[in-house]
């Protein structure tokens, strides 16, 4: 069964108006990192945000500066968990848009957390890259969650269950499913967990596209991702403002799992992706750009 998902089009002219401006702020920002990586993970959300609004600009991302914004944002959201894995005051060379930047390793810090973690796990997805995607699966949950605590920031349990899950997943270990059922046992209102329509939209319908892809059920995938990306709009446009607001231009972890599903297919062809939606960038979904230069 096919399914069709309409999107909403976040339409601010100042965008288009300062698309050049915004590509020259990324390099300072990028650039800035070699100064001082302590404030890494600002630098990380900045640069994710330039490629949301490059999407704007370019729902399906067939420009090359909407890809090179895409994979600069996952570069420096990997990289983040880079200096937190070598030795603090180390040296560490990171590939970041189109150059090798020297950084200086931090060690363990606030920006080492899980909310971090998934999103550079779903980028390094959408971008193919299975290096960085299996280091972060090396990654160890218990420094997630140590990090978090330093930093005063707090996450539902359910968030080290769902990190759990892809890890093992990805790694081929045991506790894909027994970490998943917890997530999403956890996950739930009635047990706890604080977040509102965010669990309920957003949160939920990643882990269940997620359970019935590493389950191998493709029509329930295709399912539950039209059902998630569903969900992700009517969130994204309860109100005015949030219908404005650039986190509604794309359901990161949907579309990772999206390009996970369209890649599994070239060596599964049992395993069909049925979806289409205006939420999923057409060239980041079948990879039209992988391969263009280094990431």
Same mark, same amino acid.
């Given at each position: 069964? =096919? ?39 600002? %630098?990380?959300?900045?640069? #994710? ?32 968990? *880079? ?9 560490? =060379? ?8 020297? &950084? %200086? ?20 997805? !959408? ?10 699966? *090396?990654?160890?949950?218990?420094? &997630? ?25 990805? &790694? ?7 970490? &998943? +059922? ?18 309920? =939209? ?27 990306? !569903?969900?992700?709009?009517? #969130? ?21 799992? +999206? ?37």
């Amino acid at each position: 069964m =096919k399914y069709r998902v309409p999107s909403h089009r976040i339409d601010e002219p100042a965008y288009r108006l300062k698309e050049k401006e915004f590509q020259e702020k990324r390099a300072e920002k990028i650039d800035s990192l070699s100064q001082s990586t302590l404030s890494a993970s600002m %630098t990380a959300s900045t640069v #994710y945000r330039y490629a949301q609004i490059a999407l704007t600009l370019d729902p399906e991302a067939g420009e090359l500066e909407t890809w090179e914004a895409w994979t600069a944002a996952m570069q420096v959201y990997n990289a983040l968990f *880079e200096l937190s894995s070598a030795p603090e005051g180390t040296e560490v =060379k990171c590939m970041i848009d189109h150059g090798t930047h020297t &950084l %200086t390793a931090t060690g363990p810090r606030h920006f080492t957390n899980a909310g971090n973690w998934e999103v550079a796990f779903f980028l390094a997805l !959408t971008c193919r890259d299975e290096k960085r995607l299996r280091a972060l699966c *090396e990654f160890p949950v218990d420094v &997630l969650r140590e990090s978090a605590r330093k930093g005063g920031i707090s996450y539902n349990e359910y968030a080290y269950h769902w990190v759990s899950a892809l890890q093992a997943f990805v &790694l081929n270990r045991p506790g894909t499913a027994e970490h &998943l +059922a917890r997530a999403i046992e956890l996950s739930d209102p009635r047990n706890g967990a604080f977040g509102g329509d965010i669990l309920d =939209k957003l949160v939920f319908p990643q882990m269940n596209a997620f359970r019935h892809f590493a389950g191998g059920d493709s029509a329930a995938f295709n399912e539950a991702l039209a059902e998630g990306l !569903t969900a992700f709009g009517s #969130y994204h446009t309860a109100t005015p403002e949030r219908a404005e607001d650039i986190d509604g231009v794309v359901p990161l972890g949907l579309l990772a799992l +999206a390009c996970w599903a369209h890649d599994h297919h070239q060596h599964h062809r049992e395993f069909t992706l049925e979806v289409e939606s205006g939420y999923l960038p057409k060239y980041i979904l079948d990879g039209g750009w992988v391969g263009e230069f280094p990431v």
